[in-house]
Antibody, heavy 121, light 112 residues
Framework: QVQLVQSGSELRKPGASVKIACEAS????????INWVRQAPGQGLEWMGW????????AYAQGFRGRLVFSLDNSLSTTYLQISSLRAEDTAVYYC??????????????WGQGTLVTVSS | DIVMTQSPDSLAVSLGERATINCKSS????????????LAWYQQKPGQPPKLLIS???TRESGVPDRFSGSGSGTDFTLTISSLQAEDLAVYYC????????FGPGTKVHIK
């Protein structure tokens, strides 16, 4: 069955960077895009962007441009999210979500368990 | 960008009763070339990631109980739980994917 397993919780100081991993299994990794969605404590869901797992091309949501980097390691069926210049308001649970299509339909069929990133001095 | 709104914010329903959640988009999410509404519903239980329940406004995902149904078109949509069960306690989100994905703010369903 499709499974997305994310790396563990992270604590960072303001201004630092963090890199989160999302390992996929149960399907052909390059057949579906991976999206990233975040959820601040007690808040709703915010789409951050997606990566084409076939060629590694990313697309970032407008509010995050310049601070996000999506990357891949196809040999490990793993996608990474790196966020730089962290601020307190980046404190959230970050989810990876498998898309329904290779070129990102924006329909999130399977989700990772989430990674809590806490930004605090 | 398309803005999604939901009503109510919170809903208390007795077990076995009907729950109805409304979702509105600031622009139509209907794509005439394939006659589809690009609207999904997700369920998020406490401490869990969201789970896709319904896509294309009314198509239930495999394994989703048939007490969940979606309806609507264009800019106005509804998620109905026909007979609320205890395990349906959750926050429900609508999401459009006709353009850059965006979610509604969520509706919390709890037991009366």
């Amino acid at each position: 069955q499709v499974q997305l397993v994310q790396s563990g919780s992270e604590l960072r100081k303001p201004g630092a960077s963090v890199k989160i991993a999302c390992e996929a299994s149960g399907y052909t990794f390059t057949d579906y895009a991976i999206n990233w969605v975040r959820q601040a404590p007690g808040q709703g869901l915010e789409w951050m962007g997606w990566i084409n797992t076939n060629n590694g091309n990313p697309a970032y949501a407008q509010g995050f441009r310049g601070r996000l980097v999506f990357s891949l390691d196809n040999s490990l069926s793993t996608t990474y999210l790196q966020i730089s210049s962290l601020r307190a308001e980046d404190t959230a649970v970050y989810y990876c979500a498998r898309d329904s299509e290779r070129l990102a339909a924006g329909l999130f069929q399977s989700w990772g368990q989430g990674t809590l990133v806490t930004v605090s001095s | 960008d398309i803005v999604m709104t939901q009503s109510p914010d919170s809903l208390a329903v007795s077990l076995g009763e009907r729950a109805t959640i409304n979702c509105k988009s600031s622009q139509s999410v209907f794509y005439s070339s394939n006659n589809k509404n690009y609207l999904a519903w997700y369920q998020q239980k406490p401490g869990q990631p969201p789970k896709l329940l319904i896509s294309w406004a009314f198509t239930r995902e495999s394994g989703v109980p048939d007490r969940f149904s979606g309806s609507g078109s264009g800019t106005d949509f509804t998620l109905t739980i026909s007979s609320l069960q205890a395990e349906d306690l959750a926050v429900y989100y609508c999401q459009q994917y006709v353009t850059t994905p965006s979610f509604g703010p969520g509706t919390k369903v709890h037991i009366k």
